[in-house]
């Protein structure tokens, strides 16, 4: 999306699918990419976590936001009050239930899929 009279902001977001940290020059390179689009926020999820140096940085620009596999599983549990279990197309269900945090999302959202 991108700003304009209508009051929408331009967006950009990025997931990474990883078993070990996202670190500082990750999150770095991504800030980079949005300012060089002049988007209003960032939004970097991964299923892993981040080091404590990249949530420093994010802390630093106040155009990123963090969402790593805790928070993806919260996120994901609160959807479910919210929403139908078979609104879930199956490839989300197939992609959650690859990585390990994902696949405790998926089993707390569609049950023991």
Do not use: N
Request: aromatic share 8%; hydrophobic share 35%.
């Amino acid at each position: 999306m991108t700003s304009s009279s209508s009051g929408l902001e331009k967006v950009y977001v990025q997931a990474k699918r990883w078993q070990e940290s996202v670190g500082r020059p990750v999150v770095q390179a991504f800030y980079g990419a949005i300012a060089g689009q002049h988007a209003t926020k960032g939004v970097l999820i991964a299923t892993s976590t981040f080091t404590p140096q990249a949530i420093d940085f994010a802390k630093s620009v106040q155009q990123l936001v963090l969402v790593d596999g805790a928070k993806l599983t919260e996120l994901t549990t609160k959807s479910e009050s919210r929403c139908a279990q078979s609104e879930y197309p199956s490839s989300i269900r197939t992609t959650l239930m690859s990585s390990k945090l994902g696949a405790r999302a998926a089993r707390s959202v569609f049950g023991g899929t």
